[in-house]
């Protein structure tokens, strides 16, 4: 707190401008080393021409690129969502300054992120600068039953404030309702024990400025927060939205709900919409090869995930996208993209939704890798698992016999790359189908039916019957 530094001495400290190569995974998890780099002539990101949207209630000006704070590297190089070594704080410093520098003022954390660990340590690097700078986005992540009482709760709401050394809370979120138990979860974590009330309370005080929920899951709690809306005046709501999901949400898993429905009910209701999985966990950056290139022949200079969050941003009811953004070059690729943002034409828009079209088509498990389904009390890796198959499926090394013309080289792909990406002892033979996993996904995943159907494919590879 007592070296905070103004705007202009910290950009020139950065030294702000040097051009990076621009990724193609830009905001997506720390497995993205195996990014594509794109063959852009970069030049130096401004400063000052980051997009804000306006807060309707507070008239506050949120940078249309948000900070998702869930993947922190950690001093292996690796996201802490994965990894439990120590967070590299000095290098999260850096990347919130950076954001800072260039207008990023929206900083969106959790008590559950990063094994725990998010909210010191975005606490910490923001507490650098000036309080009125920036705008911190927290929720109230009482998913386990030991949660659930008030005193719990309050508790856990009570230790955001100091983990993140403030004394109030600009958007605070019910987190992820409809997840896991539906409406009868919802009840219990924030009607039985007084905690939706409580927090409205505190709203009145001033301890909480804007008052939200993130949704995943059952549409039924989503309608019924909606048609409340008169009573709890809800300030924003973050969904999950982007071009494949506007219409397809249902189609590739009949547990979600299309970001056309989930957008237009906010809209309807002058509600302003905050934007998660932007980019499907990654999915909409490693898009099959001849997507990338249908995407790479319109725009050669840009990134692939860039058009999926310019997608994100178009729509004018979005206060902003967050994107959780583990190494400088994730951050500044994305910087490219708002700084200003370009919204996407009437027409692009068509080309996005029929891009979407065609990767319907291919088969994937709709994993986002948001780890709420680990720890595997057997020791699964259950994300890496479904993000190889899911790589897979993308690259066509996912044959259904051995008259496929790419055969041989499909089993070896697949094969070499799963013992690579999964070691022996974490993969899906060991699934004893406990399901303990099910329950936390918020995509409603039925995890044990997938890695058992992956494991057969395994084994039958293994064996040449297939």
Not at 55 to 76: A, D, F, H, Q
């Amino acid at each position: 707190m007592k070296n905070k530094i103004n705007r202009r001495d910290f950009i020139k400290k950065l030294g702000i401008g040097a051009g990076v190569t621009g990724l193609a995974l830009a905001g997506c998890d720390s497995k993205s080393k195996e990014i594509a780099k794109t063959e852009t002539t970069l030049t130096e990101i401004p400063t000052d021409k980051m997009t804000y949207r306006t807060n309707p209630k507070t008239g506050e000006k949120v940078s249309i690129l948000g900070y998702g704070c869930m993947r922190w590297p950690t001093k292996s190089g690796d996201s802490a969502r994965d990894a439990a070594d120590e967070i590299d704080q000095e290098t999260v410093n850096r990347l919130v300054d950076t954001a800072i520098a260039h207008g990023v003022n929206y900083f969106d954390t959790s008590p559950a992120y990063c094994k725990g660990r998010s909210e010191r340590a975005t606490g910490i690097a923001l507490a650098r600068h000036p309080r009125e700078s920036y705008y911190i986005a927290t929720k109230l992540s009482n998913f386990a039953p030991q949660t659930w009482s008030r005193e719990a709760s309050i508790n856990m709401y009570r230790n955001s404030l100091k983990e993140l050394q403030t004394d109030y809370i600009d958007y605070m979120l019910l987190h992820a309702i409809g997840m896991g138990g539906g409406m009868e979860e919802f009840q219990k974590r924030y009607i039985d024990n007084g905690m939706l009330d409580f927090l409205v309370a505190e709203r009145d005080a001033g301890r909480i400025k804007n008052l939200g929920f993130s949704y995943h899951g059952d549409v039924a709690v989503f309608d019924w927060a909606l048609a409340n809306h008169d009573k709890y005046k809800w300030d924003f709501v973050q969904i999950q939205m982007n071009y494949l999901d506007w219409k397809h949400a249902r189609e590739l898993n009949p547990r979600n709900t299309d970001g056309e429905y989930l957008y237009g009910e906010l809209e309807k209701r002058g509600i302003p919409a905050v934007i998660m999985e932007p980019l499907l966990g990654g999915r909409l950056s490693n898009v099959p090869d001849h997507i990338a290139a249908r995407l790479k022949q319109r725009e050669p200079e840009k990134s692939v995930a860039s058009w999926a969050f310019r997608y994100a941003g178009t729509h004018p009811g979005v206060l902003t996208v967050l994107s959780g953004m583990t190494y400088m070059e994730h951050l500044e690729d994305n910087l490219r993209t708002y700084c200003p943002l370009e919204p996407l034409t009437d027409e692009e828009m068509e080309f996005l939704y029929d891009t979407a079209d065609l990767m319907v088509k291919y088969p994937t498990v709709a994993c986002n890798d948001c780890k709420y389904c680990m720890p595997c009390p057997y020791g699964i890796d259950i994300p890496s698992i479904l993000l190889h198959y899911n790589k897979c499926v993308n690259q066509g090394y996912v044959v259904k016999d051995s008259q496929a013309e790419n055969y041989a080289e499909a089993r070896k792909a697949f094969l070499v790359g799963y013992d690579r990406s999964v070691p022996k002892l974490r993969q899906a033979s060991h699934c004893i189908g406990c399901n303990q996993c099910s329950h936390h996904c918020p995509q409603g995943i039925d995890i044990p039916k997938e890695l058992h159907r992956i494991d057969n494919y395994v084994e039958s590879l293994k064996q040449q019957t297939i």
